[in-house]
């Protein structure tokens, strides 16, 4: 059976019929792509699912729990590279294939806005929501640590790093504004 039969099947034309149905209903008026975050659940499940077999097959032990730490290195370190993939103007690029540019907000850091053609709209929704981000950041980073825990401490170390000098950068600026009155 190819593809094109199973996509025309009773069953296949029915599930589409409700998901169209659940949407329209859902959304009030709005533009909620449901489908498109269900397929957005669907990548985040097999991108779990990877790196879980992965550490599997590596027989790297599981933690009894996490060290107090980590969960702070984790932290920072997710909330660095989430704004750095999802507002940065250098990183922009990967962003723009599915959103408009809309302006600056904040320094070193852009205000976009996801394409509206699906598809487009849900990535480009993941792609400049830092929360949503960091999701995917925060699963990564924990595989990274199961997996190359040197490697990756390393690397959150960096992003930590960052994110230090990202807040004494803001509190110098705010220091010098509030000495010369600018």
């Not at 996490?66 to 702070?72: F, L, Q």
């Not at 989430?82 to 990967?94: F, G």
Request: charged share 20%.
């Amino acid at each position: 059976m190819d593809m094109t039969s199973v996509a025309d099947s009773g069953p296949a034309r029915k599930l589409r019929a409700l998901l169209r149905r659940t949407e329209r209903s859902y959304s009030a008026g709005h533009d909620r792509p449901l489908v498109g975050y269900l397929g957005a659940m669907a990548g985040f499940a097999a991108f779990t699912a990877a790196w879980t077999t992965a550490v599997r097959r590596h027989g790297r032990p599981l933690p009894d729990r996490p060290e107090p730490w980590d969960v702070v290195l984790t932290s920072v370190a997710t909330f660095r590279l989430s704004r750095l993939l999802s507002k940065a103007s250098v990183t922009s690029p990967l962003r723009a294939p599915f959103t408009k540019y809309v302006g600056p907000q904040g320094p070193a850091e852009l205000h976009e806005e996801a394409q509206p053609e699906p598809g487009r709209h849900t990535v480009g929704e993941l792609a400049t929501c830092p929360f949503c981000m960091s999701v995917w950041v925060a699963s990564a980073l924990t595989a990274g640590q199961l997996l190359w825990p040197r490697a990756t401490r390393t690397a959150m170390g960096t992003l930590t790093a960052l994110a230090g000098a990202d807040a004494l950068q803001l509190a110098y600026g705010v220091l010098m504004r509030r000495t010369t009155g600018d």
